[in-house]
């Protein structure tokens, strides 16, 4: 099945928004007329507005970098997934490892939150991802298994949309070690394996999983090569225009 490859950049907590212009200015003029692949920059919450403004009226789409689950009320500090809507988001990155490592978010809350950003008709980027202890014990599939499991409890397969998933092992999370292609394959063709199991073989086989952990633009062919990954979720190199347009104009001359 052709799958659609998508090349997202998660800028994290850099950039202002005078600082973001710049940026987007310079991304709008290397790749705002890629074709082939999908193409989201998820800037900081601070960011969304100016970014969305300048990437009005081209293919490059707006995503946030998390919400919360409840609609509306005393959850100070948070953001709803209309507030994004409303912002102009089509995409939301869901459960990413900072998150669960810095800000003690869960499989339960990830569920939650991925039932709310469907609802709202936001496409949610799904974060899966083994720390390197997990690895060394040789348990990642079992960690991710259950990740999984826990993020798509309850839910009909109907009901999933084009969710993405991203694969990112922790070990390889700005570091600058990245899985070899073969490596993230592997568990590509896993996680793909277990979703069939939960839902369809069908939809599964339908089902965009990026690969992110130190993606480069030195790495990213050999891992867009391999027939199960579908594209990359960016950390630092997104932050700065030259490295981030030549992943995607990557993507785009290998586009499937
Ligand atoms: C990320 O933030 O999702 C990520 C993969 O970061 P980096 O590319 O910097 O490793």
Known sequence: MKRKLIIAGNWKMNKTALEAEGLVKDLVSNIGSVQKTDVVICPPFTALETVGRLIDGTPIALGAQNMHWEEKGAFTGEIS??????????????????????????????????????????QPIVCVGETLKEREARVT???????????FRNFAVEELGDVILAYEPVWAIGTGRTASPQQAAQVHRFIRGILGDLFTPHWA????????GSVKPENIR???????????????????????????AVAEEMSR
């Open 222 to 248: 050999n891992l867009l090569a391999e027939v199960n990954i579908d594209g990359a979720l960016v950390g630092g190199a997104s932050l700065d225009n030259g490295p981030f347009a030549r992943i995607v």
């Open 81 to 122: 997934a209309d507030m994004l809507k409303a912002l102009g988001c089509r995409y939301v990155i869901l459960g990413h490892s900072e998150r669960r490592q810095y800000f003690g978010e869960t499989d339960e809350g990830v569920n939650k939150k991925l039932r709310a950003a469907l609802e709202a008709g936001l």
């Open 141 to 151: 599939e079992k960690v991710l298994s259950d990740q999984l499991k826990g993020v």
């Open 205 to 212: 086989q339908g089902l965009r999983i990026q690969y992110g």
